[in-house]
């Protein structure tokens, strides 16, 4: 799997090959959130791009670091969940993060219940900090990946 640039305009920075019809609205997604929090690769949006499978989701960083913290999210198409992608994904973003100067303790949030998402986390080292309550989304659960183990995940 490979991570193709969401820049700053929406469009990939190089062909991904047929994107999905959603992968529109990531694009304009993505281009809304740098509006906010600015555009500074490599703490920006990619499209996931499998070689037999295409585009098959999405994934980024929220922002850049702040006070030696930076969040991860990733979204599999529902036609390639389950099928490994969103732990690949999730894996990139750490590599990214790790060797990056800043080495920001990288951080997800998801809903507070048991999931396909918190199994992904716990498998990659991640550590439930805590219940936080997020302006957006209400309750969720704070994961994050202690410093020894960020820089143990290589990219897949």
């Given at each position: 799997?490979?991570?193709?640039?969401?820049?700053?305009?929406?469009?990939?920075?190089?062909?991904?090959?047929?994107?999905?019809?959603?992968?529109?609205?990531?694009?304009?997604?993505?281009?809304?959130?740098?509006?906010?929090?600015?555009?500074?690769?490599?703490?920006?949006?990619?499209?996931a791009v499998d070689t037999a499978a295409g585009c098959v989701g999405?994934?980024?960083?929220?922002?850049?670091?702040?006070?030696?913290?930076?969040?991860?999210?990733?979204?599999?198409?529902?036609?390639?969940?389950?099928?490994?992608?969103?732990?690949?994904?999730?894996?990139?973003?750490?590599?990214?993060?790790?060797?990056?100067?800043?080495?920001?303790?990288?951080?997800?949030?998801?809903?507070?219940?048991?999931?396909?998402?918190?199994?992904?986390?716990?498998?990659?080292?991640?550590?439930?900090?805590?219940?936080?309550?997020?302006?957006?989304?209400?309750?969720?659960?704070?994961?994050?990946?202690?410093?020894?183990?960020?820089?143990?995940?290589?990219?897949?």
């Open positions: 799997m490979r991570l193709v640039e969401i820049l700053a305009s929406g469009a990939p920075a190089a062909d991904p090959g047929p994107l999905p019809a959603a992968a529109a609205e990531v694009g304009a997604a993505y281009t809304a959130l740098y509006g906010a929090v600015g555009f500074l690769p490599p703490w920006i949006g990619y499209y999405t994934c980024g960083f929220k922002g850049r670091p702040e006070q030696g913290r930076v969040e991860i999210a990733y979204f599999t198409f529902p036609e390639h969940e389950r099928r490994g992608f969103a732990t690949a994904m999730a894996r990139a973003l750490v590599a990214i993060a790790s060797v990056h100067a800043e080495r920001p303790i990288v951080a997800a949030q998801t809903l507070p219940v048991e999931s396909a998402s918190t199994a992904i986390l716990r498998k990659l080292g991640f550590v439930l900090a805590g219940s936080i309550e997020h302006p957006d989304d209400g309750e969720v659960w704070e994961w994050r990946l202690p410093p020894k183990n960020s820089l143990h995940v290589s990219a897949p």
